[in-house]
C-alpha cells in the first residue's frame, strides 16, 4: 500500500529554501556515517524472516527514482551529497496522519538504491505506548508475532533471505531503517568496511501504522 494517496502525490513540491533542513535531517553526512549505515546494531542478533522486506509496498530491490516519482510523486526535497560522498543523492518525502509525521529519505549512489529510513514525531517525542505499536506492527509483519503479545524491546534487527535489513533505532527520535542488499552495498562495504558479508497514545495510530512500516 502506498504511504502517500494520489491527493497527496499533487501537492508535493520542490523545497529549495529548507535545504538547510534537509541537510541536517541526512543520516549519511560522511564515510563514517556510511560505515554505520552498512553494519547496523552489530550488538543486536538479526532474527530471519521468509518474508521478502520492502517499504512503502516497493521491494527493496526494485526501488529506483523513476519507480518513487511513479508511485509517490516528486520529492518534498532532492539532496546532492556528492561533494561529501561521489555520487551520492537523497529524495526525501515527507507525510502526516494524525498527530504523527513521517519524514522518509531514499538514499542512491551512482542513481541506485541502497538505504532508506522513516523518522517517525508527533506533536511531541513518541510515548512508548506509541513505539510498541510500530514495533509490534514490524514484528506481526515479517515474524507473524501478534501485536497484542509482549514487547521486551524497541530495538529490533530482521533480515531476510536476500540480505536485506530492516532496523529500529531509538533515539532523540524514532527511526525504522531498511539496508538493502546489491552491487552498491557490497561496494561500499568492500571500500569502506573491509568486508564482503551482506551482513501517549492516540487512537487510530495502529489502524494507520501498517502503511508507514
Known sequence: MSIFSKRF?????????????????????SLTDIKKILNPLPDIEEINTNTGISFNGMELSKITIALLKKEIGDPSYVLDNSDRIDKHKILFYKDSADYYKFLIQYHFINDQFFFASNKISSLGILSPGDKNKVIGQIRFKYL??????????????????????????????????????????QQLAKKHVGRMEPAKNHSGFKETLDKYI
Not at 503479545?149 to 524514532?174: A, C, P, S
Open 9 to 29: 502525490k499533487k501537492n508535493i513540491t520542490g523545497t529549495s529554501k529548507k535545504s538547510t533542513y534537509f541537510t541536517r535531517e541526512n543520516l549519511i553526512q
Open 144 to 185: 507473524g508475532i501478534p501485536p497484542e503479545e509482549h514487547i521486551k524491546t524497541l530495538i529490533i534487527k530482521i533480515g531476510d533471505r536476500l540480505n536485506n535489513v530492516i532496523t529500529t533505532v531509538d533515539d532523540v527520535y524514532f527511526h525504522i531503517n531498511y539496508l538493502a542488499e546489491n552491487t552498491t552495498t
